[in-house]
């Protein structure tokens, strides 16, 4: 089943929420602001067309993959060189080859940020935009669920 995971307006926590046509809204843990959700039948069979906190039309996806670690990682790796001769960059790319292009790929909202995780229809959705998401980000704009065609 779809996971959906709300950044908590007030404080910033992460709500993690499952789509049900009877859930209307999420109260976060830490602070207890509630935050309004408009699940459709289309959210119960982890299926993404609008996002049940802003109603937009407009995600990417990207791989569920920690970048502080990936880049803890790499400092790790690279100061390592000297004693390793290069080595653990080899294995940190084949650590990455092998365990991180593995991992599965979410899908999030550009104006809320909401994180879906488990989309049936994640192949359908396109990566991340920068044109797109600076237009959605600061000047508001509404794509409707139709990515710019470059
Ligand atoms: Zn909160
Ligand atoms: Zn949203």
Redesign the pocket.
Known sequence: MMQIQITCGQCGSGVTVLPSVKATAAKCDVCQHITPLKFDENHERSHLED??????KDFYQQKDFNRIIGATLFIIAACLVPWTYGLSLLALYLLDVFLFRRLSQIAI??????IFRSVANISNIPGYDHEMNDRIVYSDHDFKGKPLSH
């Open positions: 996002c049940p906190v802003c109603s937009r909202c550009y104006k809320c940020k909401t």
